[in-house]
Nanobody, 121 residues
Framework: QVQLVESGGGLVQPGGSLRLSCAASGSIFSINTMGWYRQARGKQRELVAT???????NYADSVKGRFTISRDDAKNTVFLQMSSLKPEDTAVYYC???????????????WGQGTQVTVSS
């Protein structure tokens, strides 16, 4: 019923930038919080940044000042602008959304399939 599709990952040198996108599609009535999480090899998945429908943001301390989350509600899309990338940012980045389906009043949580970001020289 709902798909979250990420794009924009890849290989970048330390200090470089990447912009991730995540588009939600399907029978969506409204989207509340959208966000990005990441999971490095051998580590647990962790929050990177979230953005509520009212504009409230939350960032992991490790990315504050380097990453910026934004969204285009008309396109049900969330972005993550990543700058000053470090090797420790290497991970699979997952999109996440809390949304309500058409014909429902329940808030449901969905994940994307993930996109690899590798920061290496």
């Amino acid at each position: 019923q709902v798909q979250l599709v990420e794009s924009g990952g890849g290989l970048v040198q330390p200090g470089g930038s990447l912009r991730l996108s995540c588009a939600a599609s399907g029978s969506i009535f409204s989207i509340n919080t959208m966000g990005w999480y990441r999971q490095a090899r051998g580590k647990q998945r962790e929050l990177v940044a979230t953005l509520t429908a009212s504009g409230g943001t939350n960032y992991a301390d490790s990315v504050k000042g380097r990453f910026t989350i934004s969204r285009d509600d008309a396109k049900n899309t969330v972005f993550l602008q990543m700058s000053s990338l470090k090797p420790e940012d290497t991970a699979v980045y997952y999109c996440n959304a809390d949304l309500i389906l058409k014909g429902s009043y329940l808030l449901r949580n969905y994940w994307g399939q993930g996109t690899q970001v590798t920061v290496s020289s």
